[in-house]
């Protein structure tokens, strides 16, 4: 189900010659409605506040997993800008259609905010129907040591073969499984993502 607020802003921007005011005025009014605490104390915009995965009723928002880089960095399966290869896992019997269908296995890689930069925690695209974005402060750290810490994982990219042996990438080969993720799919995964080059 789409996310009330932005439908409403969508409409008034198609009905209105003066959509950039009137838009912005909407979501500024939902967030003070929606969230004003945090909207009001917290740095965040006003579309972050009403977009956070704490304002959703259902959806995959609210499936504690983080979306795939491909439907929020412009269909591209890589690490987005501001972020990095922070850590993997495997999914040992993929049976699906898409991406590592001929394999039957997928690698799921972690791309983590870097310290320097921010982002917003919030759903995929403002809706409830995508998976969060830049929430869940987690790191399996087999990637890239020389940045230290853990921040929040923005977004996933999928890969067929082991991280560990893709140069870009700066893995290790420890080894973690999490077969949960196997159903997991996004429309953008798709097999010419197979061989993307994995620099940031």
């Keep these: 189900m789409a996310d009330p607020v932005r439908q409403v802003a969508e409409a008034i921007e198609q009905r209105t010659s003066r959509r950039g005011l009137l838009v912005r005025a909407a979501v500024f009014g939902s967030a003070l409605a929606v969230s004003p605490l945090r909207f009001?104390?917290?740095?965040?915009?006003?579309?972050?506040?009403?977009?956070?995965?704490?304002?959703?009723?259902?959806?995959?928002?609210?499936?504690?997993?983080?979306?795939?880089?491909?439907a929020i960095n412009d269909g591209l399966n890589t690490c987005p800008p501001n972020s990095y290869v922070a850590g993997w896992w495997k999914c040992t019997d993929y049976r699906g259609r898409q991406l590592c269908d001929k394999e039957g296995v997928r690698y799921y890689v972690d791309c983590n905010r870097l310290p320097s930069a921010a982002y917003n925690c919030h759903c995929?695209?403002?809706?409830?129907?995508?998976?969060?974005?830049?929430?869940?402060?987690?790191?399996?750290?087999?990637?890239?040591?020389?940045?230290?810490?853990?921040?929040?994982?923005?977004?996933?990219?999928?890969?067929?073969q082991n991280p560990a042996t893709i140069p870009e990438m700066n893995c290790s080969a420890t080894y973690k499984v999490d077969n949960r993720v196997c159903g997991h799919?996004?429309?953008?995964?798709?097999?010419?993502?197979?061989?993307?080059?994995?620099?940031?």
Excluded: K, M
Excluded at 51 to 63: E, F, I, K, S
Excluded at 131 to 145: A, E, I, L, P
Excluded at 187 to 199: G, I, K, V, Y
């Design 40 to 70: 009001l104390l917290e740095p965040v915009s006003a579309y972050a506040a009403v977009a956070h995965p704490l304002h959703c009723r259902g959806g995959l928002c609210t499936d504690g997993w983080t979306e795939f880089c491909c």
């Design 124 to 160: 995929a695209q403002g809706d409830c129907s995508h998976r969060r974005v830049g929430c869940n402060h987690f790191r399996y750290g087999q990637c890239n040591t020389q940045i230290p810490g853990i921040t929040e994982v923005v977004c996933r990219v999928v890969v067929c």
């Design 185 to 200: 799919e996004a429309p953008c995964l798709t097999e010419s993502d197979a061989n993307r080059s994995f620099t940031w």
